[in-house]
C-alpha cells in the first residue's frame, strides 16, 4: 500500500494524471483485496494535490459497499461522508480526467440512498458533484437523472429546477461511461417534476425528448413517457400532439399498440362528453392505477370540464349557473360554480359571479401589454432567443469542421459526381447510336 500511495503521488506531482489514470485502472483488484487499508491511504493523500488518486479509493469503497449489499447505517454514514467532503474540496480539473468513474460512484450512491429511503441526505450533494463534472452550464451530465431521481423520491423538486430550466446543448461523454439511459431518465423524471408542479407545457416537451430519441427498439421508459405525453397533452392543450416527424416509425407502432387505453381516453375526450369519459376511466382504472397515472388522469377529466366552460366564454357575454351547468354538461350549478370560482382564481377565465342572482358574467383579458413588466418580459425573450441563435451557429460551425462530417460530405458528393458522370456517358453513347443510325439511314 505504501507503494501505491507513493506511485500516486510521483504521477500527481509530475502531472501525469492520464498515466495515473492508467495504472489505478490496473491497481483496482488490487485496491479490493486491501479494502481495510484503505482509509489509511485517503489519510496519506493530500486533498489538493492527489485529488484523481483519492477518487479512485473511493470508487472502490462505494463499490463494494454495493456488492456487499450488508454494509451498516454506520459504515454506510462514514463513506456517504468521506464523498461528501471529497466532493466539496477536490479540484475538478483532476476529477475530469475520470469523469466516468466519479458519475458511477454517484449512481451507486443513489441507488443506495433511495433504497434506504433517505433520498433527501443526496440532493445538496449531487448538485456539488453536477458541478465538478459540467465544463458549462448548458451541458448534461448522467448526474442529472440521479438528483431528478433523488428530488422526486424525497419529494423536494425545486433543487432540481435550475438544471431542468437550463436548456441543454451538449452532452458529457464521461470518458464513454455515459449512455442513452441517462438521457431518457433525465427527460423522464424532469417531466414528472414539470406535472408534480404543474407546468404541463413544459412536462409536455421532456416527456416529448424521451419519445422522438433515435432507437431502433424501444424501452419501457419510452412507452412510459408516451402514455404520459397523452395524459399532458390533453390537459395542456386540449388535444393529443401528434409528434414531430423525426419520430421512428417503429417507435410509434409499438407505443401505439401498448396504450390503446390512453387512446380510449383520447377519443372520449374529444368527443367533449364528461360523461362518456368518466367511463373510458372507470373502465380501465386497474390498468392506470398499475401505470401510476391515475392521478393524471383524474386530472384529465377536471380539464375536459374546464375547457367547455372556457368555449362558453367564447359564445356568451352572461349565462346563468344552471344555463353554465347545462351547456358544459356537468351535474349542476353548485359544480358549475366551483369550477368557475377556481379558474377564477388561477386566471383562466376573466369572470364575475353575482350570487344574488346567480348570474356569470364573462369578460375579455384585462392585462394590458404596454407594462414596464411586460416590456423586460419581451427583452428577456429576446435575449433567450438571440443565445439560442449563437449556440445553434457554434454548433453548425462546429459541425462543419467535424471530421467524420467533412468525411462523409466528401463521399456522398463523390458519388453524386460519379452519377452525374455516369448519366452524362449513358446520354453521349445514345447521342452517338441514334446520329450513327441516321447518317447510314
Known amino acids: 500500500m505504501e507503494d501505491f500511495v507513493n506511485n500516486v503521488r510521483n504521477f500527481s506531482s509530475q502531472g501525469q494524471f492520464s498515466q495515473l489514470c492508467e495504472y489505478m485502472n490496473k491497481s483496482w483488484t488490487f485496491l479490493t483485496k486491501n479494502v481495510s487499508n484503505l482509509d489509511a491511504a485517503l489519510e496519506a493523500l493530500d486533498m489538493q494535490e492527489h485529488s484523481l488518486g483519492m477518487l479512485y479509493i473511493l470508487c472502490v469503497k462505494v463499490s463494494l459497499l454495493q456488492s456487499s449489499g450488508v454494509a451498516t447505517d454506520e459504515e454506510f454514514d462514514q463513506i456517504f461522508s468521506q464523498v461528501s467532503l471529497f466532493t466539496s474540496q477536490c479540484v475538478g480539473e483532476q476529477v475530469q480526467y475520470s469523469t466516468g468513474n466519479f458519475a458511477q ?5 443513489t441507488q443506495e440512498l433511495c433504497r434506504k429511503n433517505i433520498p433527501i441526505r443526496g440532493i445538496k450533494l449531487l448538485c456539488m458533484g453536477i458541478g465538478k463534472v459540467q465544463t458549462h452550464a448548458a451541458q448534461l451530465t448522467s448526474l442529472h437523472s440521479d438528483l431528478c431521481q433523488l428530488c422526486l423520491s424525497a419529494k423536494c423538486l425545486k433543487p432540481a429546477l435550475p438544471y431542468l430550466n437550463t436548456e441543454i446543448c451538449d452532452i458529457s461523454r464521461e470518458n464513454g461511461w455515459y449512455e442513452s439511459k441517462h438521457f431518457l431518465s433525465y427527460y423522464y423524471y424532469g417531466g414528472m417534476i414539470y406535472s408534480a408542479l404543474k407546468q404541463f407545457r413544459r412536462a409536455l416537451y421532456f416527456f416529448e425528448q424521451v419519445v422522438v430519441c433515435p432507437a431502433s427498439t424501444v424501452s419501457q ?11 399532458i397533452s390533453l390537459i395542456a392543450e386540449g388535444k393529443c400532439i401528434p409528434l414531430p416527424k423525426l419520430t421512428s416509425q417503429v417507435i410509434l407502432r409499438f407505443v401505439k399498440h401498448y396504450s390503446t387505453e390512453y387512446n380510449e381516453i383520447v377519443q372520449a375526450y374529444a368527443s367533449s362528453d364528461p ?9 380501465h382504472t386497474t390498468v392506470f392505477t398499475s401505470d401510476k397515472n391515475l392521478g393524471l388522469v383524474k386530472q384529465v377529466a377536471v380539464s375536459l370540464n374546464k375547457r367547455n366552460i372556457q368555449c362558453l366564454t367564447k359564445t356568451f357575454i352572461t349565462l346563468s349557473l344552471s344555463d353554465v351547468a347545462t351547456r358544459a354538461r356537468l351535474t349542476g350549478p353548485d359544480q358549475a360554480e366551483f369550477y368557475l370560482r377556481q379558474m377564477i382564481e388561477d386566471g383562466e377565465i376573466f369572470s364575475t359571479i353575482n350570487q344574488r342572482s346567480e348570474m356569470v358574467s ?14 423586460k418580459e419581451m427583452d428577456r425573450d429576446i435575449q433567450s432567443f438571440s443565445e439560442l441563435d449563437r449556440k445553434l451557429r457554434e454548433m453548425d460551425q462546429s459541425i462543419q469542421v467535424n471530421p467524420m462530417y467533412v468525411q462523409k460530405v466528401k463521399n456522398v458528393s463523390t458519388q453524386e459526381d460519379d452519377f452525374e458522370l455516369n448519366s452524362s456517358s ?16
Open 275 to 283: 360523461a362518456k369519459l368518466t367511463s373510458v376511466i372507470t373502465s
Open 362 to 375: 364573462f369578460y375579455d383579458d384585462p392585462k394590458k401589454y404596454n407594462t414596464a413588466s411586460m416590456l
Open 221 to 231: 421508459i419510452m412507452l412510459e413517457a408516451y402514455k404520459k405525453y397523452i395524459l
Open 105 to 109: 460512484m454517484f449512481h451507486t450512491l
Open 426 to 441: 449513358s446520354s453521349t453513347s445514345k447521342s452517338s447510336s441514334l446520329l450513327s443510325r441516321l447518317m447510314f439511314k
